[in-house]
């Protein structure tokens, strides 16, 4: 009985609001109708009406997933200065980057999903009712790290929300052994996904031991720079708080996770391009183009390009606590890693493909119509769980208002007497 009143309580959070947060969720829902007729019609036609193809068949949808599992990771940026270091100002903050991690990896599920093909595949992954494969499959190993992420984050974010809204202490010895266990659970869920690229032999460009490494790298980049830009928002629009300090912590371990990345970058180019093998043709045609074909290289220079403008703006303490430059930094990570994710990483393991032949693959209007359903669903999803445990958290909105506002109505209610 009390957890349906918190459940009603939050449900009557989301429906109240301003007229910009009217205005929000009504876009964020014509962008999931226009987006849904694209679906609709690859479910009509079969995957057919998207670009890929037996010599590319991972393209846009994988790519985002890659992407989200990497997002969906970050939250180990905050959880580890707050409950490792027990530094306060994070700790106050944590909760939202676990329900980004949240939306994250159900925006992963709904790319693998329409990436199938026909979502009644989709049961081949039920542990029980499916055949996964377990423990052969890297793919079982996948989807079992992904969903145990996410359930343990689901768990942390309803009992610390549940406790607020009742006005009580969360017990410590329950919520923080939870807490720490997300931090290898956060690494393993990166770590597993880059091994579903690494353990390729016949894909030589995806081929490294420095891939895992890398996408964790990227990772600390990306989830952050989302998180620097959405607390600047809620501290304008809501009573939302936080302190200057913890965006600069924030972004200073950032500079951290950049710098790490370009050097196993570097160090992967150098180890292609100095051993001058036959597999340096993936790089070449990723980098320069081949031939006729320089389709991806605008891609992947957008990508090198702003990653590096990005990691000077955050390196250069002036620039990284302004809050104009660190937010063009943060757009610029955010852009660079989901360039390189989505297009610079996928298309070049696929070409030339293991006949030498070079298939020219862009993402259809199907696909992007798709992968904008998927997000604004995820971001309309961030918006409400945003919304309540702000109204909770941070407004002090609990059972006793609630029960407030039942009095209230039941007074307006009474008939005066004449």
Excluded at 183 to 196: C, N, Q, S
């Amino acid at each position: 009985m009390n957890f349906l009143r918190f459940v009603n309580g939050s449900f009557k959070i989301i429906t109240r609001g301003s007229a910009l947060y009217y205005s929000w969720v009504t876009f964020l829902i014509l962008l999931i109708v226009w987006g849904g007729f694209g679906y609709s019609h690859q479910l009509a036609h079969g995957l057919i009406v998207t670009h890929m193809r037996d010599s590319v068949s991972w393209a846009f949808y994988i790519g985002n997933f890659t992407f989200l599992v990497g997002v969906a990771a970050a939250s180990v940026m905050l959880v580890i200065p707050a409950y490792v270091y027990h530094w306060k100002p994070i700790k106050e903050i944590v909760i939202f980057g676990e329900l980004l991690a949240i939306c994250a990896v159900i925006m992963c599920l709904c790319f693998i999903v329409v990436d199938i093909g026909s979502p009644l595949r989709f049961w081949h992954m039920l542990p029980g009712i499916g055949i996964l494969n377990f423990p052969s499959s890297l793919l079982s190993w996948d989807f079992f790290v992904l969903n145990s992420y996410f359930i343990l984050n689901l768990i942390i974010v309803v009992y610390l929300l549940y406790c607020h809204f009742y006005k009580k202490e969360y017990k410590v010895s329950f919520v923080v052994p939870l807490v720490l266990f997300s931090i290898p659970l956060a690494i393993g869920i990166h770590t597993v996904t880059a091994f579903l690229f690494n353990a390729l032999p016949g894909r030589p460009f995806w081929n490294s031991a420095l891939l895992a490494p890398r996408f964790l790298a990227s990772a600390f980049c990306s989830g952050p720079a989302i998180l620097l830009i959405l607390f600047q928002i809620l501290r304008k629009i809501t009573k939302f708080e936080i302190k200057d300090e913890a965006i600069w912590t924030i972004a200073e371990l950032m500079v951290y996770a950049m710098f790490i990345y370009l050097f196993f970058t570097v160090a992967e180019l150098f180890k292609e391009f100095y051993s001058g093998t036959e597999n340096i043709l993936y790089w070449k045609y990723l980098l320069f183009g081949i031939g006729k074909n320089h389709e991806i290289v605008i891609y992947s220079w957008s990508s090198i390009i702003m990653g590096s403008i990005a990691f000077l703006l955050f390196l250069i303490p002036g620039t990284r606590k302004n809050f104009i430059t660190l937010n063009i930094g943060a757009v610029l990570i955010y852009g660079s890693v989901y360039i390189e994710k989505g297009i610079a990483l996928i298309v070049p393991g696929f070409t030339p493909d293991t006949l030498g032949q070079i298939y020219v693959y862009t993402p259809s209007i199907t696909e992007v119509r798709t992968a904008v359903m998927i997000f604004s669903g995820g971001f309309l999803l961030f918006t409400f769980l945003s919304k309540i445990a702000i109204a909770i958290v941070f407004e002090d909105y609990s059972i006793n208002t609630l029960n407030s506002k039942k009095s209230e109505d039941r007074v307006k209610e009474v008939p005066i007497a004449m």
